[in-house]
């Protein structure tokens, strides 16, 4: 049998606990939270910069992945044709926003990693350890994006540009009815009064 005492004991070591507990998690919180400011001044810092392999064309991509610098070599317009220098500015572009959403993922990764579980801290409450969504790899190690092909180098069969819609067909249009020049038409005008 237990006494008053007893179970006062037993109370306040359990408070203790769950108070020293609080406290942890607490600490932990405001460690978070600041690698967390700390993860988000630095991904809106990120910038990436691609160069094309003949270098022509340099780009600069910004923390939201807009085209923040372009720059182009003197020789550019001599080298390649427009519609050359506009696929592989937009491929610079693209693989640059990769890399900018990557060296970000990989910026927060961290932080989701350690994350506790509730289950952990109260008994039988419900998991949230799926409602967590995973952090995506946004470059493929192993497979880099391909460069865009300079037309040059496209086969010779085939064609620089998609062929054209085949036209319309014409229009066959019914012969006009002849009237003598005496007589007014029925038509909808006149209505038939004369």
Same mark, same amino acid.
């Given at each position: 049998?237990?006494?008053?005492?007893d @179970? &006062?004991?037993q109370? %306040? /070591?359990?408070?203790?606990?769950? #108070?020293?507990? +609080?406290?942890?998690?607490?600490?932990?919180?405001?460690?978070?939270?600041?690698?967390l400011?700390?993860?988000?001044?630095?991904?809106?810092?990120?910038?990436?910069?691609?160069?094309?392999?003949?270098?022509?064309?340099?780009?600069?991509?910004?923390?939201?992945?807009?085209?923040?610098?372009?720059?182009?070599?003197?020789?550019?317009? @001599? &080298?390649?044709?427009? %519609? /050359?220098?506009?696929?592989?500015? #937009?491929?610079? +572009?693209?693989?640059?926003?990769?890399?900018?959403?990557?060296?970000?993922?990989?910026?927060?990764?961290?932080?989701?990693?350690?994350?506790?579980?509730?289950?952990?801290?109260?008994?039988?409450?419900?998991?949230?350890?799926?409602?967590?969504?995973?952090?995506?790899?946004?470059?493929?190690?192993?497979r880099?994006?391909?460069?865009?092909?300079?037309?040059?180098?496209?086969?010779?069969?085939?064609?620089?540009?998609?062929?054209?819609?085949?036209?319309?067909?014409?229009?066959?249009?019914?012969?006009?009815?002849?009237?003598?020049?005496?007589?007014?038409?029925?038509?909808?005008?006149?209505?038939?009064?004369?």
């Open positions: 049998m237990s006494t008053p005492g @179970d &006062r004991a109370k %306040e /070591a359990r408070n203790a606990a769950m #108070r020293e507990t +609080v406290d942890q998690l607490l600490d932990k919180f405001n460690q978070q939270t600041a690698q400011r700390e993860a988000q001044r630095a991904a809106s810092e990120l910038t990436a910069e691609l160069s094309s392999p003949d270098g022509l064309v340099k780009v600069t991509v910004d923390a939201q992945g807009a085209l923040a610098d372009l720059t182009l070599a003197p020789t550019t317009f @001599d &080298r390649t044709r427009p %519609e /050359a220098l506009a696929r592989t500015i #937009r491929d610079l +572009v693209r693989r640059g926003m990769l890399q900018v959403k990557q060296e970000q993922a990989e910026l927060f990764r961290p932080l989701t990693a350690d994350l506790p579980d509730l289950a952990e801290f109260i008994e039988g409450a419900p998991s949230l350890a799926g409602l967590m969504p995973e952090i995506p790899d946004f470059l493929d190690p192993e880099e994006p391909e460069p865009a092909q300079d037309p040059e180098s496209r086969p010779i069969l085939r064609p620089a540009t998609p062929p054209a819609p085949p036209a319309p067909k014409p229009v066959t249009r019914r012969p006009r009815p002849t009237t003598d020049d005496d007589e007014m038409p029925e038509t909808w005008m006149t209505r038939g009064d004369r």
